[in-house]
T-cell receptor
Framework: DQQVKQNSPSLSVQEGRISILNCDYT??????FLWYKKYPAEGPTFLISISSIKDKNEDGRFTVFLNKSAKHLSLHIVPSQPGDSAVYFC?????????????FGSGTRLLVRP | GAGVSQTPSNKVTEKGKYVELRCDPI?????LYWYRQSLGQGPEFLIY????????DSGLPNDRFFAVRPEGSVSTLKIQRTERGDSAVYLC??????????????FGPGTRLTVL
């Protein structure tokens, strides 16, 4: 059973518009959430994170929202740029003594059309 | 500075053979992780090293998989009697510290293993 789910395998948006990538999780003990971005033939690179004590974290064009009651988080990219085209992975940290053991979703492939 | 490097980038082997995958972490990073990414899935945790010791190997799928980090830097993931189901991208990551608090994990480009 997947503890972290990204139900949209792909998303296509126009350059300049907002991209919204969604992620759901099942384990209420997760205390830290991360988004990673992956280009072909490269490893995932850290993008942005949020602690479970917050509901929003912003870094430039990227904002992550956390809704703990719904066990849902989303990544907003605005404005979207063609260079944002990549696979985005949501990940959760179990916290406590296993905070390193990231649990990843299956990814969403974002295509930003010029 | 140099990131995490992994060799080889691609490995094709036959069912039943033995393979070794190498990871060079970022210099000074004490924590090292191996993940496996199957087609269409996200990375799955395999093992975590803090220094030379495997602090958590709970993600290794079975006893055909083994990993070492003898000097606390380079790590080798070893797979015996490979099976077709072992085909995946094996990712290595390192972080400055390990389990005491969340530390950003920096990933290498991965080794794509294909078992024929």
């Amino acid at each position: 059973d997947q503890q972290v789910k990204q139900n949209s395998p792909s998303l296509s948006v126009q350059e300049g518009r907002i991209s919204i990538l969604n992620c759901d999780y099942t384990n209420s003990m997760f205390d830290y959430f991360l988004w990673y971005k992956k280009y072909p033939a490269e490893g995932p690179t850290f993008l942005i994170s949020i602690s479970s004590i917050k509901d929003k974290n912003e870094d430039g064009r990227f904002t992550v929202f956390l809704n703990k009651s719904a066990k849902h988080l989303s990544l907003h990219i605005v404005p979207s740029q063609p260079g944002d085209s990549a696979v985005y992975f949501c990940a959760a940290s179990p916290g406590m003594d296993s905070s390193y053991k990231l649990i990843f979703g299956s990814g969403t492939r974002l295509l930003v059309r010029p | 500075g140099a990131g995490v490097s992994q060799t080889p980038s691609n490995k094709v082997t036959e069912k039943g053979k033995y393979v070794e995958l190498r990871c060079d972490p970022i210099s000074g990073h004490t924590a090292l992780y191996w993940y496996r990414q199957s087609l269409g899935q996200g990375p799955e945790f395999l093992i975590y090293f803090q220094g030379t010791g495997a602090a958590d190997d709970s993600g290794l799928p079975n006893d055909r998989f083994f990993a070492v980090r003898p000097e606390g830097s380079v790590s080798t993931l070893k797979i015996q009697r490979t099976e077709r189901g072992d085909s995946a991208v094996y990712l290595c990551a390192s972080s400055l510290r390990g389990a005491s608090s969340y530390n950003e994990q920096f990933f290498g480009p991965g080794t794509r293993l294909t078992v024929l």
